[in-house]
């Protein structure tokens, strides 16, 4: 093989192997509100047992320290607070809200599902009184990597 056509083959061949770089989905930052925090793992929505055996399972997991996101959203939105402020700032940071305990229809949920590994996936929960006033939050960021 000729140097001209070695090296026009070895530059096809690495524009081939680079092309993929270019057009690899990027890390979208997460939002803001969790930007920090590290992984709370695996936890659930405030849902009631549906059974006794799971009753009896929650029950032998016992206490659990704070979640740390759930810590920042009561700093920042404590109960009391309106609920529509809350529920602003989550759309606003690419929250979808989502309905977590199909057996309580009183807990509200929003989530952010990161588009990769890179970060981790977080999970808000809420409950209102009549006046649309937080009267529980938390949240969590759950790693599944």
Known sequence: MKP??????????LAACAAPWFFWPRSSAP???????S??????????????????ARRKQGVRPPAQLGERLRGKFPLGADASALA??????NFERFVPCPNDES??????????????????YWRTD?????????????RTN
Request: net charge negative; with cysteine; proline share 6%.
């Open 4 to 13: 001209s056509r070695f090296a026009s083959a070895l530059v096809l061949v």
């Open 31 to 37: 939002p803001a509100l969790i930007e920090g925090l």
């Open 39 to 56: 992984d709370d793992g695996l936890r659930g929505a405030p849902c009631p047992a549906r059974s006794l055996y799971e009753q009896d």
């Open 88 to 93: 602003t700032e989550l759309a606003a940071e």
């Open 107 to 124: 807990v509200f949920g929003a989530r952010w599902l990161s588009p990769n590994w890179g970060h981790g996936d977080a999970y808000v």
């Open 130 to 142: 009549d006046n649309n006033r937080l009267i529980f939050l938390d949240g969590h960021v759950s």
